[in-house]
């Protein structure tokens, strides 16, 4: 008996497909960029910050880098929630 091959002989073209399987394509596809290049953009902030720490000389810790250094009214608003 003759088992049915589980991809066709003849390539898929973008051409022949409708619209819906092309947009989910693209959406994928931008996305994925989308991901890279927030990881490269992290990745270079993170290598920026540490030679800038290392040009100033000082306390290099992971732990200097917090989000109240980014985001100054963070802090501000928790401490005016523990009411001090």
């Known amino acids: 008996m003759h088992r049915p091959r589980p991809f066709p002989e003849t390539p898929v073209k973008l051409t022949n497909l409708k619209i819906t399987p092309k947009l989910g394509i693209l959406v994928g596809v ?3 960029g989308l991901c890279a290049a927030g990881l490269l953009a992290g990745y270079l902030m993170q290598r920026e910050m540490l030679n800038a ?32």
């Open 30 to 32: 931008t996305l994925l």
């Open 53 to 84: 720490c290392i040009e100033t000389k000082s306390d290099c810790d992971s732990t200097s880098f917090s989000v109240e250094g980014i985001t100054p009214w963070s802090y501000n608003s928790v401490s005016w929630m523990k009411g001090s």
